[in-house]
């Protein structure tokens, strides 16, 4: 099994000159197995790009495609209306997600499609969309894909998954801040309110389950969105820094951490410098961190 990073930024597309060497896209990364087996999570803007490889391997002929969304922020779905093999007739397509970041899935995915903002409105694109909601701890499989949805701390809510295949298991765990801020509920500006003992129970429910969902993966991908200095000043927009990440998995025993959904206004050069200097404390703690970008192929399972 091998992931490839179509889309690795949170909040917003930044692609230019500033981020050639790390991508500009946001959040979209596909799964396959060795027998070519395919699984989407997320549909950021590098969506469209996957999408053509996709139109072009397929050689236009209709097929099944299975997309796993995290949430359903921006960052995340804004790469589903320029998905080409949406274009195909005949094609379908899964959308898979959890309610708790929407009141229903289709209106929701569907309304970023409404005629004020979009040429063509999801009930006439040509292919068939389908929405599967999805429950943390509750497993399903598709193909080969076996998949775990995890609970994460997040404005109202977002999902990592794991996934099983091919003998080995990758986890894709964005967006979400550390567990000692109650975000998955509310708004964020309702974020910093100070935490009863019933929130500090749920949130160390909701760690432990993470780190316990994440025993015995080989590779995490990440939310890893700001360096400390930046989580200070924003610990209520559902981030997290590289620190929490390496603690997740230190305490899962995980082989390899992926920093992912990077800052906007990180640069190739702040990048480089970051993916040095995180890849060199791993080595230090005997954990494998590699800095996601954009067009980079991983194979699970195996030192980088
Ligand atoms: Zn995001
Ligand atoms: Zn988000």
Request: hydrophobic share 40%.
């Amino acid at each position: 099994m091998d992931i490839t990073f179509w889309g690795v930024r949170g909040s917003y597309p930044v692609p230019g000159a500033a981020t050639v060497r790390y991508g500009g896209q946001t959040s979209c990364v596909e799964v396959r197995t060795a027998s070519g087996e395919s699984l989407i999570v997320d549909a950021g803007t590098g969506l469209r790009a996957l999408g053509q490889r996709l139109a072009r391997e397929h050689g236009g002929k209709p097929r099944e495609h299975h997309i796993l969304l995290s949430h359903v922020h921006w960052d995340h779905i804004q790469g589903l209306p320029f998905f080409e093999p949406a274009y195909v007739p005949g094609t379908q397509i899964s959308v898979y997600a959890s309610l708790a970041a929407a009141d229903e899935l289709k209106p929701v995915i569907g309304g970023i499609t409404r005629h004020e903002f979009f040429p063509m409105p999801l009930e006439s694109v040509p292919a068939h969309f389908e929405f599967q909601e999805v429950e943390p701890g509750a497993s399903f499989c598709i193909g080969a894909f076996e998949i775990m949805p995890i609970a994460l701390n997040h404005p109202f809510g977002a999902v990592g998954y794991r996934i099983t295949a091919d003998g080995t298991t990758v986890a894709y765990v964005s967006d979400t801040a550390p567990f000692d801020l109650v975000l998955h509920k509310r708004h964020f500006l309702s974020g910093l309110e100070p935490l009863t003992d019933d929130d500090r129970a749920a949130l160390g429910a909701m760690k432990a389950s993470l780190v316990d969902a994440l025993r015995g993966v080989d590779t995490v991908v990440y939310d890893t969105h700001f360096l400390p200095h930046e989580y200070e000043k924003f610990p209520h927009y559902g981030h997290s820094t590289p620190e929490h990440g390496i603690e997740i998995c230190k305490e899962s025993g995980a082989r390899c951490l992926v920093l992912y959904h990077h800052a906007p206004s990180h640069d190739d050069d702040m990048m480089d410098d970051l993916a040095a200097r995180y890849a060199k404390t791993g080595e230090d703690q005997g954990l494998e961190i590699v800095t996601a970008r954009e067009g980079m192929v991983l194979a699970i399972g195996a030192p980088a």
